[in-house]
């Protein structure tokens, strides 16, 4: 399994981020998490296989989460950052299983990060 993240990049306050993720093989969930600072881990979205996806209560109607199945990407774009969401950006894939959560326990697979830095 693989999983490569890229997009990270310096942004100001107010600012928007677009991420993304190749992966191989297929998978039956992938989730966006970010990680700050000092602080654990925290879910950003997550798609099912067949496209639904679900976002946590920080990013709602703030970012969107999609796949292109031509390109095997996920895509992560968000905008209005605000300085708390500086952090480390995960994506990370559940190979089998439904429902797809918020939960970072149940992602096997991990891609290696890309850096968030939000500034005013």
């Known amino acids: 399994v693989q999983l490569v993240e890229s997009g990270g990049d310096s942004v100001q306050a107010g600012g928007s981020l677009r991420l993304s993720c190749a992966y191989t093989?297929?998978?039956?969930?992938m989730g966006w998490f970010r990680q700050a600072p000092g602080r654990g881990r925290e879910e950003v979205a997550v798609?099912?296989?067949?496209?639904?996806?679900t976002y946590g209560d920080a990013v709602m109607g703030r970012y969107s989460l999609f796949q292109r199945y031509d390109t095997n990407t996920v895509y992560l774009h968000g905008t209005g950052l605000q300085l708390e969401e500086t952090a480390i950006y995960y994506c990370?894939?559940?190979?089998?299983?439904?429902?797809?959560?918020?939960?970072?326990?149940?992602?096997?697979?991990w891609g290696q990060g890309t850096q968030v830095t939000v500034s005013s």
């Open positions: 798609i099912s296989s067949d496209g639904t996806t």
């Open positions: 093989p297929s998978w039956s969930c």
């Open positions: 990370a894939a559940k190979l089998r299983g439904h429902p797809c959560t918020l939960s970072n326990d149940d992602y096997e697979y």
